[in-house]
T-cell receptor
Framework: AQKITQTQPGMFVQEKEAVTLDCTYDTSDPSYGLFWYKQPSSGEMIFLIYQGSYDQQNATEGRYSLNFQKARKSANLVISASQLGDSAMYFCAMREMVTGGGNKLTFGTGTQLKVEL | DAMVIQNPRYQVTQFGKPVTLSCSQT?????MYWYQQKSSQAPKLLFHYYDKDFNNEADTPDNFQSRRPNTSFCFLDIRSPGLGDAAMYLC????????????FGPGTRLLVL
């Protein structure tokens, strides 16, 4: 079974600073995908960034980058130049294929990020 | 813009009174998912539809059912809501295949009185 671990229940960062949110994972599948989602207090789950297990380079999307260390089984999210609007819950998730088509996301417990002035 | 829409955003129901949550999508995705997210917890997959094929998670209670009358719409029916069913219910969609990203709707917060 797949498992995602996020060890930081809460994080604080000052505006314009960079912050790293930790994520470690465990799987026996050689092919897997890792995602980060942002969930503001309003509840919607917003897709941020994706890393495939065979991708040679770390994924980047604007101010978001994923520090993928396969040997350590970690997939940390780095947010550069934090903004007040980045305050939210952040979930790391792993994808596994399921019978019947589609896929299943297993989520970590999340990290609540608070950006301060 | 293509999107996943959930209605209503907030739903209040009484203990034991059936309730239906709605999800629609303009992405033309083959797969639609329903997740339950209880307060301060991670989302948990209840079931998903691959086209018209229904796939239930093993630990999803029988109290939860789903219907997908066409590609665009998917419904979550809770036959007899209990206090423990109060949660955020998230609908997501993806293209077919195991490698596709899931895109989520804004969710429906269900309160059971």
């Amino acid at each position: 079974a797949q498992k995602i671990t996020q060890t930081q229940p809460g994080m604080f960062v000052q505006e314009k600073e960079a912050v790293t949110l930790d994520c470690t994972y465990d799987t026996s599948d050689p092919s897997y995908g890792l995602f980060w989602y942002k969930q503001p207090s309003s509840g919607e789950m917003i897709f941020l960034i994706y890393q495939g297990s065979y991708d040679q380079q770390n994924a980047t999307e604007g101010r978001y980058s994923l520090n993928f260390q396969k040997a350590r089984k970690s997939a940390n999210l780095v947010i550069s130049a934090s903004q007040l609007g980045d305050s939210a819950m952040y979930f790391c998730a792993m994808r596994e294929m399921v019978t019947g088509g589609g896929n299943k996301l297993t989520f970590g417990t999340g990290t609540q990020l608070k950006v301060e002035l | 813009d293509a999107m996943v829409i959930q209605n209503p955003r907030y739903q209040v129901t009484q203990f034991g009174k059936p309730v239906t949550l709605s999800c629609s999508q303009t992405l033309n995705h083959n797969v639609m998912y329903w997740y339950q997210q209880k307060s301060s917890q991670a989302p948990k997959l209840l079931f998903h539809y691959y086209d018209k094929d229904f796939n239930n998670e093993a630990d999803t209670p029988d109290n939860f059912q789903s219907r997908r009358p066409n590609t665009s719409f998917c419904f979550l029916d809770i036959r007899s809501p209990g206090l423990g069913d109060a949660a955020m219910y998230l609908c997501a969609t993806s293209l077919k295949g195991g490698l596709e990203t899931q895109y989520f709707g804004p969710g429906t917060r269900l309160l059971v009185l």
